[in-house]
């Protein structure tokens, strides 16, 4: 009940933001400065603000359209569901747009926190804050249409189809564990060596982290296909919300993520944005 309200309330609050923000102004009088009074007793970068930043431009599944503040999207669905756990509404946030490089170069920032895909890693952490994973990236499989396993709607599918991946990747286990394929995989020095040799037909099919794969399928590949994601987050990349080091909010916003892994809200969200909306179904 709480993971369906939760999202329900969400979906009604970034729909109603500009009517919250109307109201807001309207009630204003002149002890009150705009932009004061948080009831939240975080320290933000704009006092009753949540400031959230994300790519230029913001891609599908994780945001759609380009725009982040329509609530739509994997990455700003999270973000409106952690801004509603730290005690924000949908009309207190504010959206900034970054470029990748810079956000995780030493420095201050100017947002509270970022969502762009960014994995955690022992050498960013050094000059960045992480918080715990919103999302484990799993292992996807890409096709051309036409092919052997491009239309593949479950793992049996796939065990007699001929199979790529790169060397040096934890892929291959996985795909000996969950497909064992009648077929021997080939393997190929890296992602790219993959991709020519799936353009080429020495395979049916790939397989590559999901990130990669919907790039494979929608921006490489003619008439590519993204067949499914793997049931296993083995060896896969996990995504935090960035912030600035030291940042004050750091604990806040991993205690608000934390809650939203517990109560199931990721996984639903992850289900409707990336399973679903953006076709990537989990193969059993």
């Known amino acids: 009940m709480l993971r369906t309200t939760r999202l329900r309330t969400a979906g009604i609050a970034v729909a109603t933001a500009a009517l919250l923000a109307l109201t807001a102004c309207a009630g204003t009088t002149d002890s009150e400065a705009p932009g004061t009074g948080s009831q939240t007793g975080l320290e933000t970068l ?83 804050d992480f918080s715990s994973p919103y999302y484990v990236t799993s292992q996807a499989v890409v096709s051309i ?48 060596d993959t991709v020519q040799a799936l353009i080429a037909g020495q395979i049916d099919v790939l397989v590559t982290d999901l990130p990669t794969a919907f790039y494979n399928a929608y921006g490489q590949l003619d008439d590519g296909v993204l067949v499914g994601q793997l049931d296993s987050d083995e060896g896969g990349d996990e995504f935090a919300l960035l912030l600035e080091k030291d940042s004050p909010l750091t ?27 953006a076709g990537a179904p989990v193969l059993k």
């Not at 990747?169 to 064992?180: H, M, Q, R, S, Y």
């Not at 806040?252 to 939203?260: E, I, Y």
């Open 46 to 128: 704009v006092d009753g603000k949540l400031t959230i930043a994300t790519g230029e431009p913001a891609y599908s599944p994780w945001v759609e359209n380009d725009d982040p503040a329509s609530g739509e999207g994997f990455e700003a669905a999270v973000a409106y569901a952690v801004a509603e756990e730290l005690g924000f509404d949908a009309a207190d946030v504010v959206w900034v747009r970054t470029t990748f490089d810079s956000v995780i170069a030493p420095g201050p920032k100017d947002f509270d926190f970022n969502l762009q895909q960014f994995s955690t890693s022992p050498e960013r952490a050094e000059v960045v």
């Open 145 to 192: 249409a036409g092919n052997a396993g491009a239309d593949a709607t479950s793992i049996a599918d796939l065990k007699n189809v001929k199979i790529g991946v790169a060397a040096g990747t934890t892929t291959i286990g996985v795909v000996k564990e969950l497909i064992d394929p009648s077929v021997e995989v080939a393997i190929f020095n890296n992602n790219e």
């Open 251 to 277: 604990a806040a916003v991993t205690k608000a993520v934390d809650t939203l892994r517990a109560d199931g809200t990721l996984d639903e969200l992850a289900a409707t944005w990336i399973a679903d909306n």
